[in-house]
């Protein structure tokens, strides 16, 4: 059974370690039961997953995690922490912890070494309570590096959430959107207060499982210049797209004018009305 670590348990924790909340860090810990249990569930785990876990802080998720899936490599960079894990995990012999920035961490490397020191743990799913510094950083590392994850369960801040998950014509929807959407589905699993954590953040926070696609939505050419001119696009969000495209592969405001009409798409518009197949479109036809 997961030990239930309330507020006044965490706060106690973390005085007898004579160890701070450290902001720099995003360390805001879960003491939210429900809020773990939900994570745990979300993340769809069973024995043959290995689970890499980021910031595991005190353990809270981890121990929950380790319940459901085969193993776990819980991978902190907060040094005063590792003894305290140490301590929450005790007994459980299916945990690893690695002391590391999960920036720098080799996920394909680690995952195959797992793999080979354990042979039955066939899919790496990834799990965090994630720091909120660096939560779009994170995100985009393990996507561009294309990691041979089935998915991510990921808590950010909810304002976060609401980008990855956004629809087209929506304040909310930009380049971190079509980035995120063209290599993943995305499902909502929780939404979690602030209230849930210690200390309490001043904003609420989304649970999301973002599940890595086998097929992606479009077919591109070229998948640098699609967001090249992505972030072309939204560079200038009260721009129109003409603006904010001219000089991309060199074309100028006439030439580019020419081109998106040729094209269909209107040049006035703005890149948040754009669906990500016109944005294929526009890519495609600029790399032919
Ligand atoms: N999982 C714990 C929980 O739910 O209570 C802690 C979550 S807390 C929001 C984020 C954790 O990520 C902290 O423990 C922090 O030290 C750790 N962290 C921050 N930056 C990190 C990095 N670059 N690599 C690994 N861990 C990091």
């Known amino acids: 059974m997961t030990k239930e670590f309330t507020e006044a348990r965490i706060r106690a924790v973390m005085a007898r370690h004579k160890a701070g909340f450290s902001k720099k860090l995003g360390q ?13 569930e979300g993340a769809e785990l069973g024995e043959q997953d290995h689970v890499i876990e980021i910031g595991p802080g005190i353990g809270v998720l981890t121990l929950a995690l380790a319940e459901r ?28 912890i690695i002391q590391e920035d999960i920036l720098k961490v080799d996920i394909g490397a680690l995952q195959e070494k797992v793999r080979g020191e354990h042979p039955g743990l066939e899919h790496l799913k990834i799990v965090g309570n994630l720091p909120y510094y660096i939560t779009t950083p994170i995100i985009m590392k393990l996507l561009e590096e294309d990691v041979p994850a089935e998915s991510i369960t990921a808590m950010m801040q909810k304002e976060v959430a609401e980008r990855l998950t956004a629809s087209p014509g929506t304040k909310a929807y930009g380049a971190i959107t079509l980035a995120v959407q063209y290599y993943c589905t995305l499902e909502t699993i929780a939404q979690v207060p602030a209230e849930s954590f210690v200390p309490k953040p001043k904003v609420d926070s989304t649970v999301l499982r973002l599940d890595l696609r086998k097929e992606k939505p479009v077919d591109l050419i070229d998948e640098k ?5 992505v972030r072309a696009g939204f560079s200038m969000r009260r721009k129109t797209l003409l603006n904010c495209l001219t000089g991309v592969k060199g074309m100028s405001k006439e030439e580019m004018s020419g081109f998106l009409e040729g094209l269909g798409i209107l040049s006035q518009r703005r890149a948040e009305t754009l669906t990500m197949e016109e944005f294929a479109q526009i ?4 790399g032919e």
């Open 28 to 40: 805001n810990f879960l003491a939210d039961p429900e809020a773990i249990r939900l994570i745990a």
């Open 69 to 96: 899936a085969g193993r776990v490599t819980a991978v902190e960079i907060d040094r005063k922490l590792i003894p305290i894990l140490q301590q929450t995990l005790t007994g459980l012999d299916n945990v690893d």
């Open 225 to 229: 210049l699609f967001f090249e001119v």
């Open 283 to 286: 890519a495609n036809a600029l």
